[in-house]
Nanobody
């Protein structure tokens, strides 16, 4: 089983920034698609961003394009989500996820491994 551990969540004011981190136990981390999802209370889990085997292969939800940046560090077996210009509607539990495939997807059901989540709260 691949273990994923997120960190970096917290409370931040609107237009502020936050960087989330996720560390994977999988030694073949570089051959997994890594994604970030979020879930607000009463809402379904939604796709935020994902990175393919190369850092230049990324996919973002329309709502975060130009504002969030996903990156990964194979040596550290980590994936990051840099969140800038945060808004109250970004408030949610953010989850790191891994998919043992070459192809980047948006659906939560296509990712087999999940972290425990980290809370991000943006105040107005």
């Amino acid at each position: 089983q691949v273990q994923l551990v997120e960190s970096g969540g917290g409370l931040v004011q609107a237009v502020g920034s936050l960087r989330l981190s996720c560390v994977a136990s999988e030694l073949t981390f570089s051959r997994y698609v890594m994604g970030w999802f979020r879930q607000a209370p009463g809402k379904e889990r939604e796709f935020v961003a994902a990175a393919g085997w190369s850092d230049d292969t990324t996919l973002y939800a329309d709502s975060v394009k130009g504002l969030f940046t996903i990156s990964r560090d194979s040596a550290k077996r980590s994936v990051y989500l840099q969140m800038d210009s945060l808004k109250p509607e970004d408030t949610a539990v953010y989850y790191c996820a891994a998919r043992n495939s070459y192809y980047i997807t948006r659906g939560p059901n296509t990712y087999a491994y999940w972290g425990q989540g980290t809370q991000v709260t943006v105040s107005s």
